[in-house]
């Protein structure tokens, strides 16, 4: 089975600055994806950034970027220039190749403060 | 942009009473999908369901829930004798995963608080 770890349950920053948030995985499997989920107050969750496991390159988007480190099971996601609409509940999560779960691990509240 | 929606938005029940969460998915979406969050905890999986059947299910999801897709839209989450550890937050999604892309990306609705008294 896997596990999803998210060590920090609260961060704020200023914003404009840069933070990072932290995941670890736990899984025996070779052929995965991870994805970073954004939970904003209104409660519905969105898709930040996603990663496949058969990648070396860290996915980027925007303002979001991640760093894999698949042999350390690390997956960490760096919001640049932070901004108010960034405070939310982040989620890291993981899909088996094939599978159609997720695992969450138990999110991390984030705070831009103004 | 097309969204999942979810009715009602809290839903207040009594232990031991019946509920049914509602769950509009989006609409060429063919994967469809429960989880809920304990208040402070993870979010879970419980089911998932395609062509009319479950799928795959968590070991949370016990003869006391079903799922069903009664029309063409709808998708529901039945708990039939409500217990006090049923209150949670319920997240349904959908996703398009047959269509052969790459990765199952899961579109999340904004959840039905469920309250066990």
């Known amino acids: 089975a896997q596990t999803v770890t998210q060590s920090q349950p609260e961060m704020s920053v200023q914003e404009a600055e840069t933070v990072t948030l932290s995941c670890t995985y736990d899984?025996?499997?070779?052929?995965?994806?991870l994805f970073w989920y954004k939970q904003p107050p209104s409660r519905q969750m969105i898709l930040v950034i996603r990663?496949?496991?058969?990648?070396?390159q860290n996915a980027t988007e925007n303002r979001f970027s991640v760093n894999f480190q698949k042999a350390a099971k690390s997956f960490s996601l760096k919001i640049s220039d932070s901004q108010l609409g960034d405070t939310a509940m982040y989620f890291c999560?993981?899909?088996?190749?094939?599978?159609?779960?997720?695992?969450f691990g138990t999110g991390t509240r984030l705070t831009i403060i103004p | 942009e097309p969204e999942v929606t979810q009715t009602p938005s809290h839903q207040v029940t009594q232990m031991g009473q019946e509920v049914i969460l509602r769950c509009v998915p989006i609409?060429?979406?063919?994967?469809f999908y429960w989880y809920r969050q304990i208040l402070g905890q993870k979010v879970e999986f419980l089911v998932s369901?395609?062509?009319?059947?479950?799928?795959?299910k968590s070991e949370i999801f016990d003869d006391q829930f079903s799922v069903e897709r009664p029309d063409g839209s709808n998708f529901t989450l039945k708990i039939r004798s409500t217990k006090l550890e049923d209150s949670a937050m319920y997240f349904c999604?959908?996703?398009?995963?047959?269509?052969?892309?790459?990765?199952?990306?899961?579109?999340f609705g904004p959840g039905t608080r469920l309250t066990v008294l």
């Open positions: 990663q496949e496991a058969y990648k070396q």
């Open positions: 899984t025996s499997e070779n052929n995965y994806y």
């Open positions: 369901f395609y062509n009319n059947e479950i799928s795959e």
């Open positions: 999560a993981f899909e088996s190749f094939g599978n159609e779960k997720l695992t």
């Open positions: 609409s060429n979406h063919l994967y």
């Open positions: 999604a959908s996703s398009d995963f047959d269509s052969g892309g790459p990765y199952n990306e899961q579109f």
